[in-house]
Nanobody, 124 residues
């Protein structure tokens, strides 16, 4: 089992940047595909980005491609999401997630563990 704790959310103006972190407990972090999802009020949880266990493969939602970068440091059991050129429509609670395998990296069902979420608010 793994526990995930997100940090780094906050309020930023449009065009600004934020870096989210997700710290994982346990010694098996390197075994997991890691992902980021987000949920805005009244909307379903949506995929943002994913990275495979080695860090050699990534996947992004079209809406964030070219603006967001996912990465991981397996020595620190930590996943990151660098968010640049933020837009008001990026406002949401952001969740990190851990799961096995890559085939379902873009859907919530592909993940077994979730963090509690961190709020990101982008003002216009």
């Amino acid at each position: 089992q793994v526990q995930l704790v997100e940090s780094g959310g906050g309020l930023v103006q449009a065009g600004g940047s934020l870096r989210l972190s997700c710290a994982a407990s346990g010694r098996t972090f390197i075994s997991y595909t890691m992902g980021w999802f987000r949920q805005a009020p009244g909307k379903e949880r949506e995929f943002v980005a994913a990275i495979n266990s080695s860090g050699g493969r990534t996947n992004y939602a079209d809406s964030v491609k070219g603006r967001f970068t996912i990465s991981r440091d397996n020595a620190k059991n930590t996943e990151y999401l660098q968010m640049n050129s933020l837009k008001p429509e990026d406002t949401a609670v952001y969740y990190c997630a851990a799961g096995f395998g890559w085939s379902k990296n873009a859907v919530p069902d592909g993940y077994d563990y979730w963090g509690q979420g961190t709020q990101v608010t982008v003002s216009s």
